[in-house]
């Protein structure tokens, strides 16, 4: 048997968690053959610590086989010690009455914390998902914050924004989400972030020829997508939390297991290709394979694509501006 892989998660008692944690000691994550050890980080506050015991103790009730153990913690320090996999995924909500500025230096804090105990106590190889808001800028500051890893182990969650475009092509074109490959999404996870179908196909045909209809693109579902989460708020009354955790799940599967040449799309640093700068935390697409992503490289990009990425490229420009002086 396969020795235990440690995966820290944060937030480990919001909403989000609790979709997540029981997959994960399932091995919906890292395989059925996995055995993990979840090192589960929550505020220091009372109440979130006792509400993280309960969730543990369902995690108990399960008696999950392949869950080689668990801890709570409420120090980075302690949590993310020896990890393999991080899930940052709490992060601070925007209060009322709390600017988008303040909004972005309470999570700077967050993320410059928690970057530098990865840093300190982390295994060299972790791997890093930032499902927490701002996603892109926060893994970005974790990513600044932990300069003796890798920078290309840090990424961010766009994986719910591309799994909303897949279900609302499929439903489009009345065919299996399963059939639908080479899709994308480009840039921030927001609702400028751009979906971008040219390149997809099913059972080899263009899936932007079957729509043939840049109305659509443009007015349904572009909108539709972007706009998907507050579409779930308005309806559920709270924010995506179980296609979120799945998300992760995905995200955090493929890079660990492979995708067999299938494209997916993660918020990784840029390497300054398709024009990005170097470091921006931006969704494109990869392949993976045993542990590692790759960019798909050399696209075409149309006037079109170019405005939809420049927009989405000054938004995530003008949040890590705004942050910079906290790193
Ligand atoms: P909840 O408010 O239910 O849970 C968040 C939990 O994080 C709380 O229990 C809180 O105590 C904890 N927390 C806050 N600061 C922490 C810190 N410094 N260390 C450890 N734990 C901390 O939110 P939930 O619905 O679970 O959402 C979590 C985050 O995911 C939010 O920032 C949300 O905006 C974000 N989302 C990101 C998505 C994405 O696609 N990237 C989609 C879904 C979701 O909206």
């Known amino acids: 048997t396969k020795a235990p892989m440690r995966v820290a998660v944060t937030g480990a008692a ?3 968690g609790y979709a997540l944690l029981f997959r994960i000691a399932s091995g919906e994550m890292l395989g059925k053959d996995q055995p993990v050890i979840l090192q589960l980080l929550e505020i220091p506050d009372e109440k979130a610590q006792k509400a993280l015991k309960g ?3 369902e995690l108990e009730d399960c008696a999950f086989p392949l869950l080689a153990g668990m801890s ?6 302690t949590a993310f010690k020896d990890i393999d996999a991080a899930l940052l995924v709490g992060a601070r909500p925007r209060g009322p009455g709390m600017e988008r500025r303040d909004l972005l230096s309470a999570n700077a804090q967050i993320f410059t914390a928690q970057g530098k105990a990865l840093n300190a106590v982390a295994k060299r190889d972790v791997r890093v998902l930032v499902v927490g808001n701002p996603a892109n800028t926060n893994a970005y500051i974790a990513m600044k914050s932990a300069p003796d890893l890798p920078k290309k182990n840090f990424t961010a ?3 719910l924004d591309h799994n909303r475009g ?3 092509i499929a439903a489009k074109l009345g065919k299996p989400v399963a059939s639908i490959e080479k ?3 480009w840039g921030n996870h927001s609702p400028t972030m751009y979906a971008d179908y040219r390149f997809a196909t099913i059972e080899g045909k263009s899936v932007k020829d079957l729509i043939n209809d840049d109305d659509w693109n443009r007015n349904i579902f572009l909108p539709t997508v972007g706009k998907r989460g507050a579409a779930i708020i308005e309806a559920r009354g709270l924010s995506s939390a179980a296609s979120a955790a799945n998300a992760a799940i995905d995200h955090m599967h493929d890079w ?3 995708t067999n040449g299938r494209w997916v799309t993660m918020g990784i640093p840029s390497d300054g290709s398709y024009g990005i700068p170097e470091d ?3 969704g494109v697409p990869v392949t993976c394979d045993a542990g590692a992503y790759k960019r798909v490289e050399g696209l075409p990009i149309d006037a079109f694509s170019q405005r939809c990425i420049d927009k989405t490229l000054a938004e995530l420009m003008e949040e890590q501006d705004g942050v910079k002086h906290l790193l």
């Open 256 to 258: 660990f297991l492979g």
């Open 280 to 282: 921006i935390m931006f």
């Open 157 to 159: 969650m766009l994986r």
């Open 72 to 77: 709570a913690h409420g120090d980075p320090n």
């Open 55 to 57: 969730v543990m103790m």
């Open 14 to 16: 919001g909403q989000i």
């Open 166 to 168: 897949l279900s609302q």
């Open 183 to 185: 899709f994308c999404v």
